[in-house]
């Protein structure tokens, strides 16, 4: 079982940006598609977005589709999460995981989006 480590949460305004990191922990980054994901308080966790190994598209939930952009580099072990023109609705805890998700998950990230 490989657990990710999910980093760069924190207190932001509305209008601005933060960038996610995810890496596994003490293995290789698996060779699937990965993806991040999102719980907010009293809420279901949602798909945020998705990126293949090497070749293929990225996808993106229609909430943050234009603000968010997701990467990785495989060289450096590690999947990202670009997020751009934060909104208070973008809090939540952030995870990434394989594409279908596979326990067990991270401790997550706090993103909290607030003025």
């Known amino acids: 079982q490989v657990q990710f480590v999910e980093s760069g949460g924190g207190l932001v305004q509305p209008g601005g940006s933060l960038r996610l990191s995810c890496a596994p922990s003490?293995?290789?980054?698996?060779?699937?598609?990965m993806g991040w994901f999102r719980q907010a308080p009293g809420k279901e966790r949602e798909f945020v977005a998705s990126?293949?190994?090497?070749?293929?598209?990225?996808y993106y939930a229609d909430s943050v589709k234009g603000r968010f952009t997701i990467s990785r580099d495989n060289a450096k072990n590690t999947v990202y999460l670009q997020m751009n023109s934060l909104k208070p609705e973008d809090t939540a805890v952030y995870y990434c995981?394989?594409?279908?998700?596979?326990?067990?998950w991270g401790q997550g990230t706090q993103v909290t989006v607030s003025s």
């Open positions: 995981n394989t594409i279908p998700p596979t326990p067990p």
């Open positions: 990126v293949p190994w090497r070749y293929g598209s990225t």
């Open positions: 003490g293995r290789t980054l698996t060779i699937a598609t």
